[in-house]
């Protein structure tokens, strides 16, 4: 039959992991969506389960195993339910997965996700066949115009959304020594930037306000030239041309490496107001030693010489940053280190974890592993010394008046719309439950903050429309 024909199919999905996957699972949804599934928030009654996993930690690994072990009497129930592990483990595992788990149909890995539709059309019509599962793994070294683009697809039934993300590029060279993507997302591969915009354009007309733009490392944005009269992209450049759509208000980007943040991206942010002022910075570590052994590629002074001009030059940038701590060989001193640049630096926010020993990895075969009461001593102690940074910070905001780009009325009460400030942080405010967030949503209002919470900020509307 023919797939379009299809109507009324339900989709769930769960996602894992990070802004990639955020990014896949719409991506997915929005194929799907033109094959006749439609996406629901409740796993009862579908006939099509996606778990988009993540395998950068160990813990976000387990998670999979036991989310899907849930489905089993569904699939018992309704044999004509397909079951679909897509992501990261996905790729890292393969057909191991389909031995492993009895009841699971198909395997879709890092690269293979726009031939999700096809994949479900061949295992359809091999079902009465002897095989009866898929496997779609490996990687491409180039990124062809139509593997992205459905969430902005006219012909797809997705809602319209005031922020959305936009893939940039795939994949990951840097290869440090304890991380996993590389084996797992394949080589550093970046979209058309003609592709990217036409997506942007079609996002803003839709009604998207904010763009993030999404990629392991962008600031290493390097497409291929596919004839002599295209001009070089740099990552800069190409955020200059999105800053050109007109209904785009504000720009983001994740994630950041420290040692390819240009002096032209820091003078952007002087010049170009849609750039949001909020940089993620993963540090890791404030050791020398350890970043030496991680092969992060910068050493603590120069990423702290980035980040104290940065900060000049803009005061109201938020700095967030990702930390683990308890790598191999990680001393006293080492971690002391790290506690001391928290202090210098005083991050908004840190994501931070415990060293976990991934498969494949340089550092997995690392002698001097830590013991787990240290590494769980020293995540305890960096949390409680941020969450002091962070509440300062937050403090330090009441009173002021903050553009907010207003998304709808807030999850926790129906008197209250929500949005974010250029900087990232989420803001509440009263506005009656009568009056209709459309109108407002999707437009920069300015908000005076009166009172700071630990993962957010509350206001009072002003009158004027910030510009
Ligand atoms: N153990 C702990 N944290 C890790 N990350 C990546 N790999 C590991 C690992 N093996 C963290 C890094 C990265 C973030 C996305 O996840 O801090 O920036
Ligand atoms: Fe992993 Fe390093 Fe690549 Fe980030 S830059 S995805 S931490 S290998």
């Known amino acids: ?261 240009t002096d032209e991206l820091i003078a952007l942010f002087g010049s170009e107001p849609k750039l949001a002022r909020h940089l993620h910075l993963p540090l890791q570590s404030g050791s020398d030693k350890v970043l030496g052994l991680m092969k992060r590629g910068y050493s603590v002074a120069e990423y702290t010489e980035k980040l104290e001009r940065i900060k000049t030059l803009y005061p109201d940038m938020s700095i967030t940053t990702d930390i683990i701590v308890g790598f191999p060989g990680e001393s006293a001193d080492d971690f002391n280190a790290t506690m001391d640049i928290l202090d210098k630096i005083n991050f908004d926010n840190i994501f931070s974890f415990m060293y976990s020993k991934r498969p494949g990895t340089e550092a997995e075969s690392f002698s001097n592993q830590l013991p787990l009461e240290i590494k769980q001593e020293r995540l305890q102690r960096l949390q409680a010394a941020q969450k002091d940074i962070a509440a300062k910070k937050s403090a330090s905001l009441v009173g002021t008046k903050m553009p907010v780009l207003i998304e709808g009325r807030s999850k926790n009460s129906d008197d209250e719309l929500t949005g974010r400030t250029s900087c990232n942080r989420v803001v509440n405010f009263r506005a009656s439950k009568d009056s209709s967030p459309i109108g407002l949503e999707g437009s920069v209002m300015n908000v005076l903050i009166t009172d700071a919470y630990a993962n957010s900020l509350k206001g009072s509307l002003q009158t004027e429309r910030s510009v």
């Not at 998670?63 to 089993?72: C, E």
């Not at 018992?76 to 031995?99: M, R, T």
């Open 1 to 261: 039959m023919n797939q379009k024909m299809q109507k009324n199919k339900l989709l769930y999905i769960v996602t894992f992991g990070c802004q990639m996957n955020d990014n896949d699972t719409e991506r997915m949804k929005g194929l799907l969506s033109k094959v006749g599934y439609q996406d629901t928030d409740s796993p009862d009654g579908a006939d099509l389960i996606i778990l988009n996993t993540c395998s950068v930690r160990d813990k976000a690994e387990q998670k999979l195993y036991s989310a899907v072990g849930r489905f089993k009497k569904q699939k018992q129930a309704k044999p004509s339910l397909i079951i679909c592990i897509a992501g990261c483990v996905a790729e890292q595992q393969g057909e191991e997965l389909i031995k492993r788990i009895e009841h699971l149909d198909m395997v879709v890995g890092t690269n293979n996700v726009h031939k999700l539709p096809a994949l479900i059309k061949e295992f359809e019509e091999q079902k009465n066949r002897s095989k009866n599962s898929i496997v779609a793994t490996g990687f491409t070294d180039k990124i062809e115009g139509d593997e992205y683009g459905y969430l902005a697809d006219s012909s797809t039934s997705m809602p319209a959304k005031t922020s959305a993300s936009v893939s940039i590029m795939r994949g990951c060279d840097n290869y440090c020594s304890y991380c996993i993507v590389p084996y797992v997302r394949g080589p550093e591969v970046s979209r058309s930037p003609d592709d990217i915009i036409n997506e942007v354009q079609s996002l803003a007309n839709s009604g998207v306000r904010e763009i993030t733009l999404v990629g392991q490392n962008v600031n290493s944005y390097n497409p291929l030239l596919t004839d002599e009269t295209d001009d070089e992209c740099s990552f800069t450049s190409l955020l200059k041309k999105v800053a050109g759509i007109s209904k785009i208000e504000r720009i983001r980007f994740v994630t950041s490496h420290p040692k390819d943040i």
